[in-house]
Protein backbone atom coordinates (compact mmCIF):
# COMPACT_ATOMS: atom_id res chain seq x y z
CA UNK A 1 0.00 0.00 0.00
CA UNK A 2 1.90 2.71 -1.43
CA UNK A 3 -0.39 5.27 -1.22
CA UNK A 4 -1.29 8.29 1.37
CA UNK A 5 -4.24 9.67 2.87
CA UNK A 6 -2.21 13.01 1.66
CA UNK A 7 -2.29 11.27 -2.08
CA UNK A 8 -5.94 11.14 -2.48
CA UNK A 9 -7.15 13.30 -5.21
CA UNK A 10 -9.33 13.89 -8.47
CA UNK A 11 -7.80 11.32 -10.13
CA UNK A 12 -8.13 8.84 -7.25
CA UNK A 13 -11.15 6.47 -5.74
CA UNK A 14 -13.94 8.09 -3.68
CA UNK A 15 -13.99 6.83 -0.55
CA UNK A 16 -17.23 4.45 0.34
CA UNK A 17 -19.32 6.23 2.94
CA UNK A 18 -20.74 2.69 3.80
CA UNK A 19 -17.23 1.86 4.41
CA UNK A 20 -16.80 4.59 6.61
CA UNK A 21 -19.60 3.62 8.67
CA UNK A 22 -18.13 0.11 8.86
CA UNK A 23 -14.98 1.25 10.32
CA UNK A 24 -16.76 2.95 13.17
CA UNK A 25 -18.83 0.34 13.75
CA UNK A 26 -15.68 -1.94 14.08
CA UNK A 27 -14.10 1.08 16.18
CA UNK A 28 -17.80 1.32 18.17
CA UNK A 29 -17.43 -2.54 19.19
CA UNK A 30 -14.07 -3.59 18.98
CA UNK A 31 -14.71 -7.04 16.72
CA UNK A 32 -15.51 -7.62 13.60
CA UNK A 33 -18.06 -10.09 14.29
CA UNK A 34 -19.46 -7.51 17.11
CA UNK A 35 -19.91 -5.05 14.27
CA UNK A 36 -21.20 -7.26 11.66
CA UNK A 37 -24.03 -8.13 14.45
CA UNK A 38 -25.10 -4.46 14.72
CA UNK A 39 -24.73 -3.38 10.82
CA UNK A 40 -26.86 -6.75 10.11
CA UNK A 41 -23.90 -7.97 7.97
CA UNK A 42 -21.77 -11.27 7.98
CA UNK A 43 -18.37 -10.91 8.97
CA UNK A 44 -17.04 -11.83 5.80
CA UNK A 45 -19.03 -8.89 4.41
CA UNK A 46 -17.30 -6.61 6.87
CA UNK A 47 -14.01 -7.89 6.50
CA UNK A 48 -14.10 -7.53 2.81
CA UNK A 49 -15.36 -3.90 3.19
CA UNK A 50 -12.10 -3.22 5.22
CA UNK A 51 -10.08 -4.45 3.38
CA UNK A 52 -11.57 -2.12 0.55
CA UNK A 53 -11.10 0.78 2.72
CA UNK A 54 -7.67 0.47 3.12
CA UNK A 55 -6.97 -0.35 -0.20
CA UNK A 56 -9.06 3.11 -0.81
CA UNK A 57 -6.53 4.76 1.46
CA UNK A 58 -3.51 3.28 1.07
CA UNK A 59 -2.70 2.06 4.49
CA UNK A 60 -3.56 -0.21 7.31
CA UNK A 61 -6.35 0.48 9.13
CA UNK A 62 -6.70 -1.80 11.77
CA UNK A 63 -4.57 -4.63 13.93
CA UNK A 64 -4.98 -7.13 16.21
CA UNK A 65 -6.02 -6.34 19.76
CA UNK A 66 -6.04 -9.91 22.03
CA UNK A 67 -9.64 -11.00 20.98
CA UNK A 68 -10.19 -8.24 19.13
CA UNK A 69 -9.02 -5.17 16.81
CA UNK A 70 -8.27 -1.57 17.22
CA UNK A 71 -7.47 0.91 15.18
CA UNK A 72 -3.71 1.87 13.76
CA UNK A 73 -2.68 5.47 13.60
CA UNK A 74 -4.17 6.41 10.50
CA UNK A 75 -7.20 4.28 10.96
CA UNK A 76 -8.05 6.72 13.72
CA UNK A 77 -7.30 10.13 11.41
CA UNK A 78 -9.65 8.82 8.72
CA UNK A 79 -12.35 7.82 12.06
CA UNK A 80 -12.12 11.22 12.80
CA UNK A 81 -12.53 12.59 9.40
CA UNK A 82 -15.28 9.49 8.74
CA UNK A 83 -17.11 10.78 11.83
CA UNK A 84 -17.20 14.48 10.46
CA UNK A 85 -18.40 12.91 6.61
CA UNK A 86 -21.53 10.77 8.68
CA UNK A 87 -22.21 13.71 10.58
CA UNK A 88 -22.70 16.22 7.73
CA UNK A 89 -24.24 13.64 5.18
CA UNK A 90 -27.05 13.14 8.33
CA UNK A 91 -27.44 16.91 7.86
CA UNK A 92 -27.95 16.92 4.24
CA UNK A 93 -30.71 13.89 4.54
CA UNK A 94 -32.61 15.83 7.60
CA UNK A 95 -32.24 19.24 5.37
CA UNK A 96 -33.60 16.99 1.90
CA UNK A 97 -36.58 15.78 4.23
CA UNK A 98 -37.30 19.38 5.51
CA UNK A 99 -37.48 19.98 1.78
CA UNK A 100 -39.41 17.65 0.10
CA UNK A 101 -41.32 15.32 3.14
CA UNK A 102 -42.09 17.33 5.77
CA UNK A 103 -42.90 15.89 8.96
CA UNK A 104 -44.18 12.69 7.91
CA UNK A 105 -42.53 9.49 8.65
CA UNK A 106 -41.52 7.34 11.55
CA UNK A 107 -39.09 8.05 14.33
CA UNK A 108 -37.32 4.89 16.56
CA UNK A 109 -36.71 5.54 19.96
CA UNK A 110 -34.72 3.50 22.40
CA UNK A 111 -34.64 4.42 26.14
CA UNK A 112 -34.49 2.69 29.65
CA UNK A 113 -37.58 1.79 30.97
CA UNK A 114 -38.15 4.60 33.85
CA UNK A 115 -37.64 7.33 31.32
CA UNK A 116 -40.48 5.65 29.04
CA UNK A 117 -42.91 5.80 31.81
CA UNK A 118 -41.67 9.42 32.74
CA UNK A 119 -40.76 11.18 29.66
CA UNK A 120 -40.98 9.62 26.31
CA UNK A 121 -44.46 8.03 26.73
CA UNK A 122 -45.89 11.49 27.65
CA UNK A 123 -43.82 13.19 25.06
CA UNK A 124 -45.56 10.46 22.33
CA UNK A 125 -49.29 11.37 23.61
CA UNK A 126 -48.28 15.32 23.27
CA UNK A 127 -47.09 14.81 20.07
CA UNK A 128 -49.84 12.18 18.67
CA UNK A 129 -51.73 15.48 19.13
CA UNK A 130 -49.42 18.02 17.83
CA UNK A 131 -47.91 16.25 14.86
CA UNK A 132 -50.54 12.92 13.67
CA UNK A 133 -47.99 12.22 10.70
CA UNK A 134 -45.37 11.14 13.36
CA UNK A 135 -45.16 7.72 14.45
CA UNK A 136 -43.14 6.91 17.28
CA UNK A 137 -41.58 3.41 18.01
CA UNK A 138 -40.36 3.17 21.04
CA UNK A 139 -37.86 0.21 22.76
CA UNK A 140 -36.89 -0.90 25.97
CA UNK A 141 -32.89 -0.34 26.53
CA UNK A 142 -30.77 0.55 28.79
CA UNK A 143 -28.71 3.93 28.20
CA UNK A 144 -25.18 1.87 27.17
CA UNK A 145 -27.29 -0.38 24.73
CA UNK A 146 -29.45 2.76 23.36
CA UNK A 147 -26.47 4.84 22.70
CA UNK A 148 -24.60 1.85 20.51
CA UNK A 149 -28.03 1.27 19.00
CA UNK A 150 -27.76 4.87 17.54
CA UNK A 151 -24.45 5.04 16.29
CA UNK A 152 -25.38 1.29 14.71
CA UNK A 153 -28.35 3.25 12.83
CA UNK A 154 -31.06 1.18 14.26
CA UNK A 155 -32.86 3.48 15.82
CA UNK A 156 -32.68 7.94 15.62
CA UNK A 157 -33.37 8.46 19.14
CA UNK A 158 -31.90 7.42 22.27
CA UNK A 159 -32.61 8.42 25.85
CA UNK A 160 -29.85 7.38 28.20
CA UNK A 161 -28.03 7.90 31.49
CA UNK A 162 -24.92 9.99 31.83
CA UNK A 163 -22.07 7.09 33.10
CA UNK A 164 -18.20 6.36 33.27
CA UNK A 165 -18.10 4.60 29.77
CA UNK A 166 -20.50 6.84 27.80
CA UNK A 167 -19.17 9.03 25.09
CA UNK A 168 -17.95 12.75 26.53
CA UNK A 169 -19.93 16.07 25.45
CA UNK A 170 -18.01 16.25 22.91
CA UNK A 171 -18.01 13.44 21.60
CA UNK A 172 -18.39 14.20 17.01
CA UNK A 173 -20.32 11.28 16.61
CA UNK A 174 -23.55 12.04 18.64
CA UNK A 175 -25.46 15.90 19.56
CA UNK A 176 -27.12 15.28 23.13
CA UNK A 177 -30.09 17.17 24.35
CA UNK A 178 -30.17 17.56 28.57
CA UNK A 179 -33.49 16.33 29.77
CA UNK A 180 -33.15 15.81 33.71
CA UNK A 181 -31.11 14.41 36.46
CA UNK A 182 -32.20 13.17 39.60
CA UNK A 183 -30.42 12.18 42.73
CA UNK A 184 -30.17 8.65 43.75
CA UNK A 185 -31.39 7.53 47.77
CA UNK A 186 -30.80 5.14 50.19
CA UNK A 187 -32.98 2.09 50.48
CA UNK A 188 -32.84 0.23 53.97
CA UNK A 189 -35.31 -2.46 55.39
CA UNK A 190 -37.27 -1.06 58.38
CA UNK A 191 -35.28 -1.92 61.94
CA UNK A 192 -31.81 -1.17 60.30
CA UNK A 193 -29.32 0.26 62.14
CA UNK A 194 -28.90 3.61 59.84
CA UNK A 195 -32.61 3.72 59.25
CA UNK A 196 -32.87 6.70 61.37
CA UNK A 197 -30.07 8.74 60.51
CA UNK A 198 -28.62 11.08 57.92
CA UNK A 199 -26.86 9.72 55.76
CA UNK A 200 -23.97 9.69 53.67
CA UNK A 201 -22.36 6.98 51.07
CA UNK A 202 -19.52 6.60 53.52
CA UNK A 203 -21.73 4.82 56.18
CA UNK A 204 -23.19 1.90 53.94
CA UNK A 205 -19.48 0.75 53.64
CA UNK A 206 -19.20 -2.87 55.11
CA UNK A 207 -22.74 -3.04 54.39
CA UNK A 208 -24.96 -6.17 51.78
CA UNK A 209 -25.88 -4.65 48.33
CA UNK A 210 -28.64 -4.94 46.16
CA UNK A 211 -28.56 -3.16 42.68
CA UNK A 212 -28.34 -3.55 38.74
CA UNK A 213 -26.27 -5.93 37.15
CA UNK A 214 -22.74 -4.68 35.87
CA UNK A 215 -22.70 -2.94 32.39
CA UNK A 216 -26.00 -1.18 33.75
CA UNK A 217 -25.13 3.08 33.79
CA UNK A 218 -26.65 2.98 37.14
CA UNK A 219 -24.57 0.39 38.61
CA UNK A 220 -21.68 2.77 37.34
CA UNK A 221 -22.79 5.28 39.51
CA UNK A 222 -23.55 3.84 41.82
CA UNK A 223 -20.07 2.20 42.25
CA UNK A 224 -18.33 5.10 41.58
CA UNK A 225 -20.21 7.05 44.45
CA UNK A 226 -18.74 4.28 46.50
CA UNK A 227 -15.32 4.43 44.84
CA UNK A 228 -15.11 8.16 45.66
CA UNK A 229 -16.72 7.49 49.28
CA UNK A 230 -13.32 4.95 49.54
CA UNK A 231 -14.86 1.13 49.20
CA UNK A 232 -16.10 -0.74 47.12
CA UNK A 233 -19.33 -1.98 47.21
CA UNK A 234 -20.32 -6.06 47.40
CA UNK A 235 -23.35 -6.84 45.30
CA UNK A 236 -24.87 -10.31 46.62
CA UNK A 237 -28.23 -9.65 44.91
CA UNK A 238 -28.78 -7.87 41.32
CA UNK A 239 -31.30 -6.99 39.09
CA UNK A 240 -32.30 -3.98 36.48
CA UNK A 241 -35.37 -3.66 38.00
CA UNK A 242 -35.80 -1.50 41.21
CA UNK A 243 -39.06 -2.40 42.15
CA UNK A 244 -37.11 -5.80 42.55
CA UNK A 245 -34.31 -4.15 44.14
CA UNK A 246 -36.72 -2.47 46.59
CA UNK A 247 -38.63 -5.63 47.22
CA UNK A 248 -35.36 -7.80 48.45
CA UNK A 249 -34.79 -4.71 50.60
CA UNK A 250 -37.87 -4.57 52.27
CA UNK A 251 -36.85 -8.48 52.58
CA UNK A 252 -33.62 -7.63 54.61
CA UNK A 253 -31.03 -8.76 52.04
CA UNK A 254 -29.28 -6.07 51.71
CA UNK A 255 -29.38 -1.98 51.28
CA UNK A 256 -29.40 -0.49 47.62
CA UNK A 257 -29.12 3.28 46.13
CA UNK A 258 -31.90 3.88 43.91
CA UNK A 259 -32.55 6.78 41.24
CA UNK A 260 -35.16 9.02 43.24
CA UNK A 261 -37.66 8.56 40.53
CA UNK A 262 -37.60 5.19 40.13
CA UNK A 263 -39.04 4.71 43.50
CA UNK A 264 -42.50 5.70 42.40
CA UNK A 265 -42.94 2.19 41.15
CA UNK A 266 -42.04 0.49 43.81
CA UNK A 267 -43.81 -1.09 47.17
CA UNK A 268 -41.93 1.05 49.91
CA UNK A 269 -44.01 0.03 53.24
CA UNK A 270 -41.61 -2.31 54.26
CA UNK A 271 -38.72 0.14 53.54
CA UNK A 272 -37.01 3.06 55.04
CA UNK A 273 -35.39 5.74 52.22
CA UNK A 274 -33.02 8.20 52.94
CA UNK A 275 -31.32 11.01 50.98
CA UNK A 276 -27.98 11.18 50.25
CA UNK A 277 -25.70 13.77 48.70
CA UNK A 278 -22.89 12.69 45.80
CA UNK A 279 -24.76 10.01 43.15
CA UNK A 280 -26.78 11.42 40.14
CA UNK A 281 -28.80 10.16 37.25
CA UNK A 282 -28.18 12.68 34.81
CA UNK A 283 -30.76 11.59 31.81
CA UNK A 284 -30.20 12.95 28.30
CA UNK A 285 -31.19 12.30 24.39
CA UNK A 286 -28.81 11.87 21.75
CA UNK A 287 -28.66 11.38 17.89
CA UNK A 288 -26.58 11.14 15.39
CA UNK A 289 -24.30 14.90 14.95
CA UNK A 290 -26.48 16.68 11.96
CA UNK A 291 -29.71 14.19 12.60
CA UNK A 292 -30.61 17.19 14.90
CA UNK A 293 -32.02 19.22 12.40
CA UNK A 294 -34.44 16.36 10.69
CA UNK A 295 -37.89 17.34 10.17
CA UNK A 296 -38.98 14.53 11.84
CA UNK A 297 -36.87 14.51 14.89
CA UNK A 298 -37.19 18.23 15.88
CA UNK A 299 -40.83 18.22 17.16
CA UNK A 300 -40.09 14.75 19.43
CA UNK A 301 -37.01 16.64 20.64
CA UNK A 302 -38.79 19.47 21.45
CA UNK A 303 -41.53 17.68 23.12
CA UNK A 304 -38.84 15.38 25.21
CA UNK A 305 -37.58 18.85 26.67
CA UNK A 306 -40.74 19.76 27.10
CA UNK A 307 -41.75 16.83 28.87
CA UNK A 308 -38.39 16.72 31.25
CA UNK A 309 -38.88 20.54 31.96
CA UNK A 310 -42.44 19.63 33.40
CA UNK A 311 -41.04 16.82 35.17
CA UNK A 312 -38.64 18.75 36.75
CA UNK A 313 -41.29 21.84 37.47
CA UNK A 314 -43.56 19.60 39.45
CA UNK A 315 -41.40 16.96 41.22
CA UNK A 316 -39.06 17.45 43.88
CA UNK A 317 -35.68 16.39 42.71
Known amino acids: MARSLAGLGENEQVIDTRRLRTLRAVADHRTVTA ?3 ALHLTP ?17 LLERDGRGVRLTSVGRILLGHANEVLAQLERAGADIAAYTT ?29 EPGIQVRVLDAEGDQSLTMVLD ?27 YSEPFDVVLPRGHALAENEMAVADLAGETWIGPY ?17 FTPEFAHSSD ?3 AVVALAAAGAG ?29 FAAVRRGAERHPLLIPLLDTLQDTATHLRQTTSL
Do not use: W
Open 35 to 37: AAA
Open 241 to 243: DFS
Open 102 to 130: GTAGEVKVASFATAIGLVVAPAVGTLRDK
Open 44 to 60: SAVSQQLVALEHEVGHR
Open 153 to 179: GVVDVAVAVEYRGAPAEDDRRLSRIPL
Open 255 to 283: VAMVPRLALRAADLSDVVIRPVAGPERRV
Open 214 to 230: PGNPCHDVIALACEHAG
